[in-house]
């Protein structure tokens, strides 16, 4: 009877081993942030990963906060702005910075990024989470548990089949739109299972036919590109039941979809409201939309004189202004803009690691 009762006390200490419980973040204890995606999120580490010309990396970006940081923006970009909501003092460092202190949290997230693969010169989705795997033991299980994971992803697999295919066919596009969800959810699974996220704070996809370089090169005049805004409509319209899907498998993920599509398209349509003067043309750069060449030294763009009346700073990414409101939003907004629940709430719900369980 001895012994059984010792195999039972054993059996015992092994499950509250695998059934780890983390109690929502308490005051005092901001969680750590992890930051992945593509140039909307990119706050320096194209210039840590390539030789080749950082535009980011030069004047005028940076132009309201002093100096360039390799962020596509003339300030902070939406994760800076969620860092401090949280209560971190300092924003997330570019990962591959070999000086960078990851103490409090990364940014993987890297221009021309994609979902279904890209180019040699930067790193897809699921090329940052294995890099996040790869340095997962930096950090505590609790710590990447209680940890927010901000996820922006998407636009350049769309405007790269834009531009190859732009003849597509709607059977084609929604047929592209799947093969994108697909890959997506595949490496949000990886990110929880192998990586130990728990809190997925996901942003969708703006109206990329909408934007000034898009309107510029493919010559839409007054109109956006309509092509492209249909396979947004369709991958926004699909990722909260493949968020939700996952929950039902795994029972201790939380996540938060905030409707970055919605806020664009109601600053785009009502400048006045929001405080713009212009919401169709870019701060900096040239041509139709002047939507090109910010930054390059052999192109006489033109910069705006007041930055925070525009929507976009260059051809594709917000002005400081903008990604200020986005993240004040998608910290504290209500369910018209951001569900199931905002980052303020997603910070305090209690998370469980249940690896045996559930991989």
């Not at 939507?291 to 007041?306: D, E, M, P, T």
């Not at 260059?314 to 986005?326: F, L, P, V």
């Not at 951001?338 to 719900?349: E, F, H, M, T």
Request: hydrophobic share 40%.
């Amino acid at each position: 009877m001895a012994i059984n009762r010792n195999l039972i006390i054993f059996a015992g200490l092994l499950a509250s081993f695998s059934l780890a419980s983390f109690p929502a973040n308490v005051a005092g204890e901001p969680p750590l942030l992890f930051t992945f995606g593509d140039s909307s999120y990119d706050v320096g580490n194209t210039k840590f990963f390539s030789s080749a010309f950082d535009p980011a990396t030069t004047w005028p970006y940076g132009e309201s906060i002093d100096f360039p940081t390799g962020r596509w923006s003339d300030g902070n970009i939406v994760p800076d702005f969620v860092g401090r909501l949280v209560g971190n003092h300092e924003p997330v460092p570019p990962v591959l910075d070999p000086k960078a202190d990851l103490s409090r949290g990364a940014s993987f997230a890297i221009s021309g990024a994609t979902v279904l693969g890209s180019p040699s010169d930067t790193m897809s989705f699921g090329q940052q989470i294995l890099k996040f795997i790869e340095l997962h033991k930096k950090w505590s299980d609790k710590e990447r548990a209680e940890a927010i994971y901000m996820i922006n992803i998407g636009a350049d697999d769309y405007l790269n089949f834009a531009k190859a295919h732009p003849n597509a066919n709607p059977v084609e596009q929604v047929a592209f739109v799947a093969r994108v969800l697909q890959k997506l959810s595949r490496d949000l699974m990886s990110l929880y299972k192998s990586g130990g996220a728990r809190k997925l704070a996901v942003q969708n996809l703006g109206p990329l036919g909408c934007l000034p370089i898009v309107r510029q090169e493919f010559k839409t005049g007054e109109s956006c590109m309509e092509m492209v805004n249909f396979m947004v409509k369709t991958h926004n319209e699909r990722l909260g039941p493949v968020l939700f899907a996952m929950t039902v498998r795994f029972r201790s993920l939380r996540y938060s979809v905030f409707d970055f599509n919605g806020e664009i398209f109601r600053r785009i349509n009502e400048p006045s409201r929001h405080g713009y003067t212009d919401t169709t043309t870019s701060c900096c750069g040239t041509g139709s939309r002047n939507a090109f060449g910010c930054g390059y030294s052999n192109v006489h763009s033109k910069l705006c004189s007041y930055q925070k009346g525009f929507l976009f700073f260059d051809g594709r990414h917000n002005t400081e202004k903008t990604d200020e409101e986005i993240a004040n939003l998608f910290y504290a907004g209500d369910r018209h803009v951001v569900s199931p629940v905002n980052i303020r709430d997603l910070v305090g719900k209690s998370v469980t690691f249940l690896p045996a369980q559930e991989i």
